[in-house]
């Protein structure tokens, strides 16, 4: 199984500033994913994030607010832009393919 | 598009009785299967997964999951339910195309009381 190490763990930001995630994964990938998980809720897809190419995004979800880097097969980052307290939440990177599907153990976000 | 219901919000379920949590599923094609487990203020924990063959998946902790096909359906089952079960469970979907997305359930909150 791959082992994904997902920084930070946790963060407290204040409204307005940005905050970048980042997820390296112990072996080389091609697909990997960014979720959200609100409080309380369930795990919402924010983007696919593919090498080499521009990050697919789900509905909802807009590049401004949550651009992502996919600089090689290992490496990812999230980042979510100008926060607001509706921003808190975790966010989890997963790769997988096929009969996998692999989580990070997320970032704890709250804006203040 | 892919989609997961999980038609109960909460169960609740006596020390010791067999627990069932339910998910029915939407997809194109055949499906890859997974159920997850989250505890509070922790991170999502892996429980089992159907991909082909027998129906009856066996995984972590003693629990296990029945594929239905004619009813797409993959609940998750333990025999005999213990306090520490309590928990958050997610039930998810991928279709069988390589590198697909995984969708998730809204999630089913399991207690088991003493």
């Known amino acids: 199984s791959a082992v994904i190490s997902q920084k930070p763990s946790r963060d407290i930001c204040q409204r307005g500033t940005s905050l970048t995630i980042q997820c390296q994964v112990d072996s080389q990938v091609t697909m990997m994913f960014w979720y959200r998980q609100q409080p309380g809720q369930s795990l919402t897809l924010i983007a696919t994030?593919?090498?080499?190419?521009?990050?697919?995004?789900e509905s909802g979800f807009v590049i401004d607010k949550f651009p992502i880097s996919r600089p090689n097969l290992t490496f990812s980052t999230l980042t979510v832009s100008n926060m607001s307290p509706e921003d808190s939440s975790i966010y989890l990177c997963?790769?997988?393919?096929?009969?996998?599907?692999?989580f990070g153990q997320g970032t704890r976000l709250t804006v203040v | 598009a892919q989609s997961v219901a999980q038609p109960e919000d909460q169960v609740n379920v006596a020390e010791g009785n067999p627990l069932t949590v339910k998910c029915t599923y939407s997809?194109?094609?055949?499906?890859?299967l997974f159920w997850y487990v989250q505890y509070p203020n922790r991170g999502l924990q892996f429980l089992l997964k159907y991909i082909t063959g027998d129906n009856l998946v066996k995984g972590s902790y003693g629990f296990e999951a029945e594929f239905n096909k004619s009813q797409t359906s993959f609940h998750l089952k333990k025999p005999s339910a213990l306090v520490s079960d309590s928990a958050l469970y997610f039930c998810?979907?991928?279709?069988?195309?390589?590198?697909?997305?995984?969708?998730f359930g809204p999630g089913t909150s399991l207690s088991v009381i003493p």
């Open positions: 997963s790769l997988g393919g096929g009969t996998e599907a692999f």
């Open positions: 994030a593919n090498q080499g190419s521009e990050a697919t995004y």
């Open positions: 998810a979907v991928r279709a069988k195309t390589s590198y697909d997305k995984v969708i």
């Open positions: 997809v194109s094609g055949n499906p890859y």
